[in-house]
């Protein structure tokens, strides 16, 4: 039979207060009438057979004085000799005082009535309120309940909005200009920002590819689907990022969310910046690691939560785990730089490890192009997994994660997206060693030029009334800048509608191609509405302020319109 | 067995002086737990030359696979100069599209022509082409269902779409050997997820049913969804799910079906349409239709189709539309014209004969492995054929008598599956020839006989220890 919790507690209580007190000294210094020798020779339970009738029947008698007393002399007087010849009974020293008693081998008595107490309640029926109060469904009411239940519907609601937003179709390739919606275009949107993706010598390589080898590769690169070409490109983006060796995967949002978790578990922990992208997000859940986040670029905030986490984990004794601070080198949401110099230091004092996400600055930053990490002055290593997507500057498609060889190796039996997934195309991993070939022999003429596009680009934005440009200056090097309007409307979704027809209108007037920055729902990161301008090592100063002027143009264009709609919208509701 | 336990303490007797010899940064924890990497350090850097063999080919009906030095400690494994020309039995080439195509190639060149071979840029921001556009088409009107949504890439789509469709107070129900892809989307998705046993449709129901009764765990608020979510065939197990009785169940019980055809669509019914088609399912039963290109089709991704609601709806949700690089254009025009081939729109019926092909290589092959004693899983036309091994000691063994003999063998263990179920999965593919498979078979028989697998050799005696070994794993 279960014994319940609270009658075990209640046991283990009562034992140890029965075993404690006789052995109180304090009892000793009072003195005692009763024949104490007498009791001291008896054994216990031969003392208390003879004490118990002895006190018992002196306290009756004594009562029944007491009760008599009082009932003949009913004065006042009378009653308060009752009160205290009773009191005389009570005080420390008296009969019924409970030093004397347990003195006097008196505990005993309480010790044999707790003990069946114990007993009773050991052999009670442990007290279950659902069994008694709810029975099991039955069969029928289960087929009830299965027949009652209503799904929600598998999509949920959309808005007009969504229902309506077409994507622009673009029917060239990814160059400086392209063919959007049958128009050509200024393209602010591809992040080609060496522009290799339109790269003869590329193209061949590409060409010869697929005539050797077909499109897709068949296989995961356990069973067959690691083509020499994979090789080649992991051997040439070691060696370009300075690391013992690299891993590639086919898709970049497969990337991190495979790298994490193949290092970070349960009882391991990662500090991320607020305002990560969505495959950091979705890397850190799939880990299951505990997360701590800091505000977006405060390095105050990122101290702080770096205390608290070493205070807390001091206070608690955990044992030491793997720790991960893991930031973007530009950031998607927001186009500015992550400042790694300080971010180096801070892990280094507290010991954590830095996981870079270098998608976007890879081929943009730094003097060779390997990226923020080299733009703030970090040696390879410094950062212990760096990762990046291979769709951008590489002007490919795929992601790949370059560290140690021990990072590396690991990743190969449990990154998911690595072994569960068929390889790269051999022809995308041929466009991107194409693509390093570029960067490695044009590194010194590519990466001023972008530069000084990001820096214009900037500076240029920064003067359209209206609008506000993300950043500081220390990010004027980024060549992705998000466009927001200087006052937010009311409405939630306004913001998007307007800069959305900021984008229509210099897509239509202006022949720039920008697009509205948008956050898929699943996203974490809620930040204003945005227009996200990206300027590239191939547009010319011309470009760069042809599309300033469409921007301002459709800026002002929509603004006023919205303008007048607002006052429109106050006449009708005057009217009504 | 004895061989892997005696394997397994040694490996934790060397980590006893591993840990000791091996002083780890200061400060630092360890970046691989001992526990998480035992299994690669201890058993598969003995055996690592199985797996991850480079190939210097297409991925066709023979490969040229690239020697290795031997294996030698935990040093990497360099490459000798030599290659090997083997026959393929390893490679997702149902149809043999993998290989330049007279149909398929040119067009793939010309669409690199014209659009390049990447875009840089999301589908929704500037990585659109009129290719994809053409692409989900195509792909929506092949599987019978109104519209469809690509991803670059299979894994991913599963990853993505599942979190998209199921949240927080909805209910996953998956089959127990499902992929990793449907896992990690399970996993990422916040909902609850409860397991059916392996293709046990009753198993299933009993689940279902007494998750809708009870509700959610504590909340005790009823489910806001509930989607069941199978494979078309079964990558491990070459079995296909059985449909029908899912759909029924589904019906009974107002859940949502979710389809996986990564390995089924292209290579299972006559027209290559997938599991449906096969099982006489009508595609409008089944919600969510997934399935990839890397297989049939050559190429690489995935695509989700259903009803337009649904696919709109997923294009307003799903991360891989928003954030990752689209799909490479030459890729999509490789499906569209291998979708071409299949339906006969080239005006051949190349795509046909292919099909035929390979549900008639898969059944002789099968039945030859079958008649040889061997015991091989799966469903009769699926192109997946698991050859049991059971013991993890027989996977290199097999793998190595099959490499030195000049047939590429692919061979899977713990943990890709349950340790005591090792076994080599073979594919086929359209484009093997009789004398291929036959040359392969003869290979297998030698090997399955030095290793000893072929269980059901002696079949009087075994016949029912066999079948209890086949069916109870």
């Given at each position: 039979m279960p014994i319940p919790l609270s009658t075990t507690l209640l046991f283990a209580i009562l034992l140890v207060a029965a075993a404690a007190s006789?052995?109180?000294?304090?009892?000793?210094?009072y003195p005692s009438t009763v024949p104490v020798e007498h009791a001291r020779n008896a054994t216990h339970l031969q003392g208390l057979m003879q004490l118990l009738p002895h006190t018992m029947l002196e306290v009756v008698s004594r009562a029944k004085v007491l009760l008599g007393t009082a009932a003949e002399n009913a004065t006042p007087v009378g009653l308060l000799q009752a009160v205290r010849d009773f009191w005389d009974l009570l005080k420390p020293g008296g009969k019924l005082h409970p030093t004397y008693i347990i003195e006097h081998q008196g505990h005993l008595v309480f010790e044999v009535v707790l003990t069946v107490v114990i007993a009773y309640l050991l052999f009670q029926r442990s007290y279950k309120p659902s069994a008694k109060q709810e029975k099991p469904l039955t069969e029928k009411e289960m087929d009830e309940l299965c027949a009652e239940w209503q799904p929600e519907p598998l999509c949920g609601p959309l808005t007009d909005a969504q229902r309506n937003f077409e994507p622009p179709v673009i029917s060239s390739a990814a160059g400086a200009y392209v063919v959007a919606n049958g128009k050509k275009a200024l393209n602010m949107v591809s992040f080609n920002f060496l522009g290799v993706a339109g790269d003869i010598s590329i193209k061949e390589a590409a060409r010869a590819t697929i005539n050797k080898y077909g499109v897709g590769s068949c296989g995961p690169r356990g069973f067959y689907g690691t083509i020499d070409v994979h090789l080649d490109l992991e051997e040439r983006l070691a060696r370009f990022m300075g690391t013992e060796e690299s891993i590639i995967y086919s898709y970049d949002l497969a990337t991190i969310p495979s790298v994490l978790p193949a290092f970070a578990n349960a009882k391991d922990l990662i500090v991320c910046d607020e305002g990560v992208s969505f495959p950091i997000q979705n890397g850190c859940h799939l880990s299951r690691a505990s997360i701590r986040r800091f505000r977006h670029n405060d390095m105050a905030d990122l101290e702080r939560v770096l205390q608290e986490v070493d205070v807390e984990y001091r206070r608690l004794r955990k044992p030491l785990n793997r720790r991960f601070i893991v930031v973007e080198g530009i950031y998607l949401h927001s186009g500015d730089l992550a400042p790694l110099a300080d971010i180096y230091r801070l892990k280094e004092k507290y010991k954590y490890r830095l996981v870079v996400d270098e998608s976007l600055a890879l081929g943009v930053l730094g003097e060779h192009g390997r990226g923020a990490c080299e733009h703030w002055g970090l040696r390879a290593g410094d950062a212990e997994i760096v990762s990046a997507s291979i769709g951008n500057a590489l002007g490919s498609v795929g992601g790949f994660c370059a560290g140690d060889r021990e990072i590396v190796d690991h990743q190969r039996l449990s990154g998911l997206g690595y072994c569960f997934s068929a390889s790269l195309p051999p022809f995308l991993a041929t466009a991107a060693i194409g693509a390093l070939d570029v960067l490695e022999s044009d590194a010194p003429r590519l990466l001023p030029a972008l530069a000084f596009n990001a820096r214009l680009l900037r500076s240029r934005l920064a003067d359209i009334p209206g609008v506000e440009v993300e950043g500081t200056p220390r990010d004027a090097v980024s060549p992705v800048a998000h466009v927001r309007l200087a006052e937010q409307p009311d409405a939630p979704d306004q913001a998007q509608v307007l800069l959305q027809r900021v984008v229509d209108a210099a897509l239509k007037r202006g022949g720039v191609l920008f697009t509205v920055h948008r956050m898929s729902p699943l996203d974490r990161v809620r930040s204003a509405p945005s227009i996200r301008v990206v300027v590239t090592a191939m547009h010319t100063e011309k470009d760069v302020l042809k599309a300033v002027a469409a921007l301002t143009a459709g800026v002002k264009e929509v603004c006023k319109v919205s303008r007048v709609a607002t006052r429109s919208s106050y006449m009708t509701l005057g009217g009504t | 067995m004895a061989s892997w336990t005696i394997l397994f303490i040694m490996g934790h007797i060397r980590d006893l002086f591993r840990r000791r010899y091996t002083p780890d940064r200061k400060g630092y924890a360890p970046i691989r737990q001992d526990y998480e990497d035992f299994y690669t350090r201890r058993m598969f850097y003995r055996i690592h030359d199985c797996w991850n063999r480079p190939i210097c080919s297409a991925p066709d009906s023979h490969i040229d696979v690239m020697e290795r030095t031997p294996v030698n400690g935990q040093k990497p494994l360099t490459l000798t100069g030599r290659v090997r020309r083997c026959l393929n039995l390893g490679s997702y080439n149902y149809l043999g599209f993998a290989a330049s195509d007279e149909y398929c190639t040119p067009r793939v060149l010309e669409t690199m022509n014209s659009y390049g071979w990447a875009m840089c840029s999301s589908r929704l921001d500037a990585g659109t082409t009129p290719v994809h556009m053409e692409l989900e088409t195509a792909v929506a009107e092949f599987v019978g269902k109104e519209a469809a949504l690509t991803f670059g890439m299979g894994f991913a789509t599963n990853s993505i779409v599942l979190p998209a469709l199921v949240g927080k107070g909805g209910l996953i129900i998956s089959d127990s050997l499902n992929h990793a892809s449907i896992v990690a989307g399970a996993r990422g998705s916040g909902a609850k997820v409860k397991v059916f046993a392996h293709n046990d449709v009753d198993h299933l129901e009993s689940v279902l049913w007494k998750a809708i009764a009870e509700g959610q765990p504590r909340m005790r608020r009823p489910w806001k969804k509930i989607l069941i979510v199978v494979e078309g065939v079964y990558s491990m197990e070459g079995e296909a799910a059985k449909l029908a009785a899912i759909v029924a169940v589904k019906r009974k019980y107002k859940a949502y079906l979710y389809l996986d055809e990564a390995h089924s669509i292209g290579a299972l019914g006559k027209g290559g349409r997938g599991a449906c088609e096969a099982q006489g399912v009508d595609p409008a039963d089944v919600d969510i239709m997934m399935g990839t290109f890397t297989k049939s089709f050559g190429s690489c991704g995935g695509y989700i189709a259903g009803d337009r609601d649904l696919i709109a709806y997923l294009r307003s949700v799903a991360p891989g539309h928003y954030y990752a690089t689209s799909m490479a254009p030459p890729a999509a025009q490789q499906i569209i014209s291998a979708l071409q081939v299949i339906r006969g729109d080239d005006g051949t019926d190349r795509g046909a004969r292919k099909i035929a092909a390979l549900h008639e290589n898969s059944n002789y092959f099968r039945q030859r492995l079958q008649e040889m004693g061997c015991n091989v899983l799966g469903d009769w036309d699926s192109p997946v054929m698991p050859l049991m091994l059971f013991n993890p000691g027989k996977i290199a063994a097999t793998s190595r008598l099959c490499w030195e003999r000049g047939v590429a063998l692919v061979v899977v263990g713990f943990p890709a599956t349950p340790l005591l179920t090792a076994r080599a999965r073979i594919c086929i593919s359209a484009s093997h020839t009789r004398k291929d498979l036959d040359y392969a078979l003869e290979v297998l028989s030698e090997a399955c006989d030095l290793v000893m697998t072929k269980y059901h050799a002696s079949k009087k005696m075994l016949t029912n220890g066999a079948h209890v070994m086949v069916n109870g794993h």
């Open positions: 006789p052995q109180g000294s304090h009892i000793k210094q | -």
